[in-house]
């Protein structure tokens, strides 16, 4: 059972937008927890950006603070990660993730306590 769907990637030049969507089932949605991670060629996956959908409550990594937006629709079960002035530092295959059981969001970042991904985006962006 396919829980997590991503849409939204591709290339843009450096500058540019780009807005992803996590669709998620309706069970995975509600558990709140959920973010979107990023893997650059050779590197290791790193968190992005978190979203508690319970409440709003968002955290994002300093590389992407005042670029990325992280948002939701709770009509439609989906999660969002706009993002702006991007850079070729973006360059990187893309992925949703959530959690289904309590988590301390200190923790965000560590992709290990994710139990459900997406199956990746890729973004390019070109100088």
């Known amino acids: 059972q396919v829980q997590l769907v991503e849409s939204g990637g591709g290339s843009v030049q450096a500058g540019g937008s780009l807005r992803l969507s996590c669709a998620a089932s309706?069970?995975?949605?509600?558990?709140?927890?959920m973010a979107w991670f990023r893997q650059h060629p050779g590197k290791e996956r790193e968190g992005v950006a978190f979203i508690y959908t319970r409440d709003g409550s968002t955290y994002y990594t300093d590389s992407v603070k005042g670029r990325f937006t992280i948002s939701q629709d709770n009509a439609k079960n989906t999660v969002y990660l706009q993002m702006n002035s991007l850079t070729p530092e973006d360059t990187a295959m893309y992925y949703c993730a959530a959690r289904t059981s309590p988590m301390y969001g200190g923790d965000w970042y560590l992709e290990t306590l994710y139990n459900i991904w997406g199956q990746g985006t890729q973004v390019t962006v070109s100088s």
């Open positions: 309706e069970y995975t949605y509600s558990r709140g927890r």
